[in-house]
């Protein structure tokens, strides 16, 4: 018999599994798009936008949970629209959809958003309703980002043309053209999309503690490097547009169109 004592057993004991959520903001009114019905609203293929952006959230396996944030009067209109569409199964699981009233302001709609979550959501996905087509691939890549330790991710892509800083004429003169002051390197820029990622206390801290005046913060990376929090950027998609003018939605019903020809979507 060995002399050597039997080594302790130990139990390795874990928490309950950590769950990403996407908050989609969708209380805006859209008025770039002309009059009618919100912006999130509008059709696609005969089909809301809010629809196609939803479906975008969970075709993803690292989403478990979306809430919708609805105009303040208008939850109950969006939760019997949500019914009567079908919204992406994954396998035999499907993705929760909640809906909650949201506030004057993006800003405002997804600190409520963010208060609606359960306790074990600890990654939030941010993402525009305007945004309805972006791929699949691209929230992946933004939720495999924040669980890999990263506080904010952000999908970009890189400039097609150059910009200019100028001063803007407003007022009584604006209208008139505008003087250049700078011209930024283009090749360290980035257009940035959505959904971005956050770790759920960096992106509740932001929102607690950056008080934004008028309109509020339309960007909450922007909210989270005030925080003197790093932002990484991932590659975006080029799909993942912003429908906001009437020619968006003609772009829309191209990229739909041939996702039906290619994919049978």
């Known amino acids: 018999m060995s002399d ?20 989609i903001p969708a209380a805006g009114r859209g008025v770039r798009l002309g009059p009618g019905a919100p912006k999130a609203l509008r059709a696609l293929s005969g089909t809301p936008m809010l629809v196609h952006a939803v479906r975008a959230m969970t075709a993803s396996r690292a989403v478990s949970l979306v809430v919708v944030v609805a105009p303040s ?21 499907r993705t929760e959809v909640v809906v909650v009233p949201g506030g004057q302001t993006r800003q405002e709609s997804v600190r409520l958003g963010l208060a609606a979550l359960p306790d074990d959501i600890t990654a939030v996905l941010v993402h525009d309703a305007a945004r309805p087509l972006v791929p699949v691939d691209t929230v992946d890549a933004v939720a ?3 669980r890999a330790g990263a506080p904010a991710v952000v999908p970009a892509l890189p400039l097609a043309d150059t910009v200019k800083q100028v001063e803007p004429r407003t007022g009584e003169r604006a209208g008139e053209p505008e003087p250049v002051v700078g011209t930024p390197e283009r090749s360290l820029l980035r257009a940035v999309q959505t959904p971005q990622g956050f770790d ?9 503690k950056v008080a934004l005046e008028g309109e509020g913060a339309t960007d909450d990376a922007g909210m989270v490097e005030r925080l003197g929090v790093q932002v990484v950027v991932v590659p975006g998609h080029e799909e993942a547009f912003k429908v906001t003018r009437p020619l968006d939605l003609v772009l829309a019903e191209a990229v739909l169109a041939r996702r039906r020809a290619n994919d049978g979507f």
């Open 73 to 93: 009067d208008g939850a109950a209109e969006v939760r019997n629209l949500l019914d009567e569409y079908p919204l992406a199964d994954r396998d035999s699981t």
């Open 4 to 23: 050597r004592a039997a080594a302790p057993v130990t139990h390795v004991t874990s928490g309950p599994p950590a769950r990403t959520a996407a908050v």
């Open 200 to 208: 759920r206390a960096t992106l509740a801290e932001a929102h607690e």
């Open 144 to 146: 495999a980002a924040v």
